[in-house]
């Protein structure tokens, strides 16, 4: 229904084991483990950028509206992101460093 394009990204953010993946997914070698079927692959470079600036925005869109769950996970994501940073856009990466800022948002 939303496209073979979309489909796939949305797999593939559904599928990622992020303990497994999130340590190397910037690097162009680095392996994507799916979660559901226990398999590796490499994803191609423009999946690599999609699936970092669907992680970002989710992740984002929490820490922008739940102050408890940013104050926990600042450090987290920030750290998580600025690896990422190869993988995001621009925009991606500025609203990264706006909402993680150490300043309250609230």
Not at 32 to 53: K, S, V, Y
Not at 66 to 90: I, V
């Amino acid at each position: 229904m939303i496209g073979a394009e979309a489909e796939a990204i949305v797999y593939l953010y559904a599928s990622c084991d992020r303990r497994a993946t999130y340590p190397t997914l910037a690097h162009a070698d680095g392996v994507f483990r799916n979660r559901f079927t226990g398999g590796l692959h490499t994803p191609e470079p423009h999946l690599r950028r999609d699936f970092a600036e669907l992680s970002a925005a989710n992740e984002l869109d929490l820490a922008r509206i739940d102050s408890a769950f940013r104050e926990k996970w600042r450090a987290e994501l920030l750290a998580l992101f600025t690896r990422f940073r190869p993988l995001l856009s621009q925009p991606a990466w500025s609203d990264c460093r706006t909402v993680l800022a150490t300043a309250p948002q609230d």
